[in-house]
């Protein structure tokens, strides 16, 4: 069974967030019972000498949509530690001259035009390549226009009448909208598409409603995301859509790829340490980050940690609610993060304003592995999580998470004081409540019997691919008929 992924960004060529680790690991496990060909695009900053990313003879390509023709070009290397090919498309106008996955301040029109670009020439190079997929699985709003294709201008091609697709919602809050005209850019027909059962929604072209519309099958990253997005509080206006197509929808949970973020291994960590060990190696990387933030090391004082994009999801303004109270418990924070000025403002003013909490704004991932160490908690009181993979991998490295149950955080947490509780949760948007459940924490903190054994569990709870990998490929061969 052939598959074809879609994404803005794979891990570790281009991260801005959990789609890129999702993009980057799911496939390693789907290997070996599919042949998979990744397509994204050739952002300005991927580092093609580091990972041997090397031009695919004469794959110079032109391509007629908008007001001319453009061209790309398509380079190619494999999946580190595997045998997938990984393509990513280059045009010079659209993707070549960004030093970020998803710059600011872009022309929304031409975040659109970019993506259909990328879209099209996905269709296609994998014809070109002769990689006729049986599915093409697409992956958020930025490449939710290749299930439309196949539904309209590609329907009648011989080459792709077979493939099914599937789209995943990663984030229901980033959906696509544009102006009908768009449409045209696209090449796209119109009278197959431009209705309330295709890609319409409210007298707009919205991509992701036609993904939703025109996709086999339709995934969002965790059982219970996938049942929130029905109501009108989560549905971001989709629900009612959503609700029509609930036979094709379905909740299958996000896993992290155990061997990149391996405590035992990291290079980034001053020492290594597993579940036999981690008390000692823990406390070692707690003293170097501390000292590294200007905090002073105090074994006896919680380290609780924040690593996030700094976007109203996930909660930000609950610390801005309870910056007072914070700055008066018996615990350091640091927080790492980058997003909204208005936050990451707020983030620099308690790093330099209060004697506790410590901020680093900007994009670091060894920075962040050797936080998710040195740290005894991890706070992450989102207003909605899809999945949210750093409550996962704060468990893989002994942190105990603090979370909001919502998403995927209400699926991985099993909140103190249950049986086996890996982490601590409180349910209602509300800072007073989210005070509550760190105090909670800290609490535990004193008992050091409790909170070793908390820790044991986060540590030994399997959230690798292994699972969820099982359910994806039982979903592919159900909607292809093959084996
Ligand atoms: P989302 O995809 O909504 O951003 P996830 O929790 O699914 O949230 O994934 C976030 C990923 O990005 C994690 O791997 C996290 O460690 C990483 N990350 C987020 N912000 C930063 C940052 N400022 N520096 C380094 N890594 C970050």
């Given at each position: 069974?052939?598959?074809?992924?879609?994404?803005?960004?794979?891990?570790?060529?281009?991260?801005?967030?959990?789609?890129?680790?999702?993009?980057?690991?799911?496939?390693?496990?789907?290997?070996?019972?599919?042949?998979?060909?990744?397509?994204?695009?050739?952002?300005?900053?991927?580092?093609?000498?580091?990972?041997?990313?090397?031009?695919?003879?004469?794959?110079?390509?032109?391509?007629?949509?908008?007001?001319?023709?453009?061209?790309?070009?398509?380079?190619?290397?494999?999946?580190?530690?595997?045998?997938?090919?990984?393509?990513?498309?280059?045009?010079?106008?659209?993707?070549?001259?960004?030093?970020?996955?998803?710059?600011?301040?872009?022309?929304?029109?031409?975040?659109?035009?970019?993506?259909?670009?990328?879209?099209?020439?996905?269709?296609?190079?994998?014809?070109?390549?002769?990689?006729?997929?049986?599915?093409?699985?697409?992956?958020?709003?930025?490449?939710?226009?290749?299930?439309?294709?196949?539904?309209?201008?590609?329907?009648?091609?011989?080459?792709?009448?077979?493939?099914?697709?599937?789209?995943?919602?990663?984030?229901?809050?980033?959906?696509?909208?544009?102006?009908?005209?768009v449409l045209d850019f696209a090449n796209m027909r119109k009278d197959i598409v431009y209705n309330q059962?295709?890609?319409?929604?409210?007298?707009?072209?919205?991509?992701?409603?036609?993904?939703?519309?025109?996709?086999?099958?339709?995934?969002?990253?965790?059982?219970?995301?996938?049942?929130?997005?029905?109501?009108?509080?989560?549905?971001?206006?989709?629900?009612?859509?959503?609700?029509?197509?609930?036979?094709?929808?379905?909740?299958?949970?996000?896993?992290?790829?155990?061997?990149?973020?391996?405590?035992?291994?990291?290079?980034?960590?001053?020492?290594?340490?597993?579940?036999?060990?981690?008390?000692?190696?823990?406390?070692?990387?707690?003293?170097?980050?501390?000292?590294?933030?200007?905090?002073?090391?105090?074994?006896?004082?919680?380290?609780?940690?924040?690593?996030?994009?700094?976007?109203?999801?996930?909660?930000?303004?609950?610390?801005r609610d309870m910056q007072w109270e914070l700055q008066n418990l018996n615990a350091d924070f640091i927080?790492?993060?980058?997003?909204?000025?208005?936050?990451?403002?707020?983030?620099?003013?308690?790093?330099?304003?209060?004697?506790?909490?410590?901020?680093?704004?900007?994009?670091?991932?060894?920075?962040?592995?050797?936080?998710?160490?040195?740290?005894?908690?991890?706070?992450?009181?989102?207003?909605?999580?899809?999945?949210?993979?750093?409550?996962?991998?704060?468990?893989?490295?002994?942190?105990?998470?603090?979370?909001?149950?919502?998403?995927?955080?209400?699926?991985?947490?099993t909140g103190y004081p249950l049986d086996n509780s890996n982490g601590f949760k409180f349910w209602s948007?509300?800072?007073?409540?989210?005070?509550?459940?760190?105090?909670?924490?800290?609490?535990?903190?004193?008992?050091?019997?409790?909170?070793?054994?908390?820790?044991?569990?986060?540590?030994?709870?399997?959230?690798?691919?292994?699972?969820?990998?099982?359910?994806?490929?039982?979903?592919?061969?159900?909607?292809?008929?093959?084996?």
């Amino acid at each position: 069974m052939k598959i074809l992924f879609a994404a803005a960004e794979v891990a570790p060529f281009s991260k801005a967030g959990g789609l890129a680790d999702v993009v980057g690991s799911l496939p390693k496990e789907l290997e070996k019972d599919t042949e998979i060909a990744i397509f994204t695009p050739l952002h300005g900053f991927i580092d093609k000498e580091k990972f041997g990313i090397k031009e695919l003879e004469n794959s110079e390509m032109w391509l007629t949509f908008g007001y001319s023709p453009q061209k790309f070009n398509l380079y190619t290397t494999k999946l580190p530690a595997t045998d997938i090919n990984v393509f990513f498309i280059k045009n010079d106008w659209y993707f070549t001259p960004f030093k970020e996955v998803y710059p600011k301040y872009l022309d929304p029109r031409y975040e659109h035009e970019r993506y259909i670009s990328f879209s099209l020439a996905v269709m296609e190079y994998a014809k070109a390549l002769n990689f006729r997929a049986d599915v093409i699985h697409a992956n958020d709003w930025h490449t939710a226009m290749l299930p439309l294709y196949l539904h309209s201008n590609y329907k009648f091609d011989d080459f792709w009448s077979k493939t099914k697709s599937v789209f995943e919602i990663h984030n229901l809050a980033y959906q696509g909208i544009w102006f009908e005209d768009v449409l045209d850019f696209a090449n796209m027909r119109k009278d197959i598409v431009y209705n309330q059962w295709g890609c319409e929604h409210y007298n707009r072209v919205n991509w992701m409603k036609g993904a939703i519309n025109y996709a086999d099958r339709v995934v969002a990253v965790s059982p219970t995301y996938s049942r929130e997005i029905l109501s009108s509080e989560y549905g971001e206006n989709m629900d009612y859509t959503l609700r029509g197509i609930q036979n094709k929808l379905r909740g299958i949970l996000n896993g992290i790829d155990y061997t990149v973020f391996d405590p035992s291994k990291d290079k980034a960590l001053v020492e290594n340490y597993d579940i036999n060990t981690f008390e000692e190696g823990k406390e070692a990387n707690k003293k170097a980050i501390c000292e590294y933030f200007g905090l002073k090391y105090n074994p006896e004082r919680p380290l609780i940690a924040l690593i996030s994009r700094l976007v109203g999801q996930k909660g930000i303004d609950l610390i801005r609610d309870m910056q007072w109270e914070l700055q008066n418990l018996n615990a350091d924070f640091i927080f790492l993060g980058s997003g909204d000025k208005d936050y990451e403002n707020l983030f620099i003013w308690l790093s330099n304003n209060t004697s506790n909490i410590r901020t680093y704004v900007g994009y670091d991932g060894k920075l962040a592995n050797q936080i998710y160490a040195g740290s005894d908690f991890f706070l992450m009181p989102s207003k909605f999580e899809p999945c949210g993979l750093s409550q996962l991998i704060a468990m893989r490295y002994g942190s105990l998470p603090i979370v909001r149950a919502t998403g995927g955080l209400e699926d991985t947490i099993t909140g103190y004081p249950l049986d086996n509780s890996n982490g601590f949760k409180f349910w209602s948007y509300n800072g007073w409540d989210m005070l509550n459940a760190i105090k909670c924490a800290l609490y535990v903190y004193t008992d050091k019997y409790v909170f070793n054994a908390m820790r044991k569990s986060a540590l030994s709870t399997d959230f690798s691919w292994k699972r969820s990998a099982k359910e994806y490929l039982n979903m592919y061969r159900e909607i292809t008929g093959l084996k």
